[in-house]
């Protein structure tokens, strides 16, 4: 209000002229409002499933140190704090699948199943174990299909139901128990090799038959299943695995499990509502109690490209600011998980589904990883308050539990902005200031930040460029 009446005072006296690009700009105020509190954040993921992690095991020092980085460090990479794993279900590990733990089932549901383990889980669990190094403490196991042995269909992959959720009968008997244990199996083998596993999901996209592993349910059949899991999981000490459903294919189909699941009643049960973006994008917020995590998407469609910004495209880093912007900040999502952190140049045509292309022993990193750096300032466990104001600005804050305030700001002028950003509602006791940012040129760049006699931090960000501040409270 205050910057558009003394634009107008300005126009009645002086000359449009006056307002050339060497003028110094008006800086642009977004208000932080600490007393606003919205939703607890649980993190920004990737998944290196379908044998994507072995990409960066293959790879040789120093680059693979390098590509860790990249994903998990937090003052020099994207930060990532969630790893989506996949509980594999196929008999092979040919070609991408994931293989099971459970390659032959007993021949009746209650038989001792024989498990067997390679320790390797597809290169997940190396990675688990190099997350967790870098501190990363979120581990979201999700099965595509239980093994086949215990579908409707008989193979894990071509759709098929788990046997024994209504309207899915078998001749061999109700496979859910046994399905629960299994998950439980996979949860304990990760233990005992340092990986807290803390949310379980056991589909994927169950309203689309796959001809890779994939099982289908409905959120009615889903419950069925996540009443014998709830139990299990309480019974094995593990009632802090948190249960996640149903990784539909979009937004429109999950908020249906959603409330199927509600009426079912199974609703507390639940974790997370989980969902993917392909089918319906994200808009608005779900109707549910629980948590909701966007837990896979990317641009399937587009040709390889590190831009970050051409004309809008899908791939563009400019373009997943956007995205993980409106779904953190405009609809209430806890996690936002992008699909496969790296691919190989072969797989899909080389397409946008990765954030870094491993070409044998090179890589490439695209700008989409440096969109999702700029939210790695905001932690597991930070508040969501109200942030608003500037023209051309989508600002989004979050409190984090060490007391400091992170700010992402998206510029979405196509002109440089000086960005000057005032806490309201509360303090943050003899604050400093850091802010980075990223557009065409840079990545995640430490950028220097004024501050003002009332307190208000100042930087500039370029056109369609994107600004994190993280406003950190100094020594009592
Ligand atoms: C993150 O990168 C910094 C700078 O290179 C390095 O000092 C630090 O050890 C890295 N963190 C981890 C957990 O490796
Ligand atoms: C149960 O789990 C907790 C934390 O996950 C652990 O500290 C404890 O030792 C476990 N107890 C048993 C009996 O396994
Ligand atoms: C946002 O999600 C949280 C759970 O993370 C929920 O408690 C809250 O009611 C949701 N807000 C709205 C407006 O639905």
Redesign the pocket.
């Known amino acids: 209000m205050y910057l558009s009446l003394s634009l107008a005072a300005l126009a009645a006296t002086t000359p449009l002229v006056a307002c050339t690009s060497l003028a110094p700009r008006q800086a642009q105020k977004v208000t932080i409002d600490l007393s606003k509190n ?3 954040i649980d993190g920004f993921g990737i998944s290196a499933a379908f044998q994507r992690a072995n990409l960066i095991v293959n790879l040789k020092e120093p680059k693979q140190t390098e590509l860790l980085n990249l994903l998990w460090n937090t003052t020099t990479g994207a930060g990532f704090s969630i790893l989506r794993n996949g509980i594999g279900s196929t008999t092979d590990s040919n070609s991408d699948h994931m293989n099971t733990i459970l390659p032959k089932c007993p021949s009746s549901p209650d038989g001792t199943p024989n498990y067997v383990w390679d320790g390797k889980d597809s290169g997940q669990l190396w990675l688990s174990q190099k997350a967790w190094a870098y501190g990363v403490r979120t581990f979201y196991a999700n099965a595509w299909s239980a093994p086949g042995c215990m579908k409707t269909n008989g193979n894990d992959a071509n759709g098929g139901s788990l046997c024994g959720v209504s309207g899915a009968k078998c001749n061999s008997g109700d496979w859910r128990q046994a399905f629960a244990n299994y998950l439980v199996k996979y949860i304990q083998l990760y233990a005992d090799a340092g990986v807290k596993v803390t949310h379980v999901g056991f589909l994927n996209e169950p309203d689309f038959t796959a001809s890779y592993a994939g099982m289908l349910s409905s959120g009615t059949q889903a419950a069925d299943f996540i009443k014998v899991l709830y139990p299990t999981l309480q019974k094995n000490n593990l009632s802090d695995v948190g249960i996640n459903c149903c990784d539909g294919t979009g937004w429109s189909v999950s908020s249906q499990h959603a409330s199927q699941i509600a009426a079912a009643g199974a609703e507390n049960m639940v974790y997370a509502i989980t969902s993917h973006e392909y089918s319906s994008r994200i808009s608005g ?1 779900m109707r549910t ?4 995590w966007q837990t896979e998407y990317s641009d399937l469609n587009g040709g390889w490209s590190t831009a970050w910004y051409s004309n809008g495209g899908a791939g563009d880093g400019f373009t997943w600011a956007n995205t993980v912007f409106n779904g953190i900040v405009q609809s ?1 999502l ?1 996690a936002y998980i992008f699909w496969e952190g790296v691919q190989d140049r072969a797989t899909n045509n080389n397409n946008n589904e990765k954030l870094i292309l491993v070409d044998g022993q090179s890589y490439t990193v695209s700008k989409r990883l440096w969109a999702f750096a700029q939210w790695r300032i905001v932690r597991p466990g930070a508040v969501r308050v109200g942030a608003s104001g500037g023209s051309n600005l989508k600002s989004g804050a979050f409190v984090n539990k060490d007391g400091s305030v992170a700010v992402v700001i998206i510029n979405s002028g196509t002109s440089a902005q000086t960005v000057s950003v005032a806490v309201t509602g509360g303090t943050v006791a003899t604050p400093s200031v850091k802010a980075w940012v990223t557009d065409t040129s840079k990545d995640m760049v430490a950028v220097d930040v004024t501050v003002a006699a009332d307190g208000s931090a100042s930087a500039s960000v370029s056109g369609r460029g994107m600004i994190s501040f993280l406003i950190t409270p100094g020594a009592a």
Request: hydrophobic fraction near 20%; charged fraction near 20%; avoid cysteine.
């Open positions: 919205y939703q607890t917020v109690t629980r948590r909701v209430n806890t």
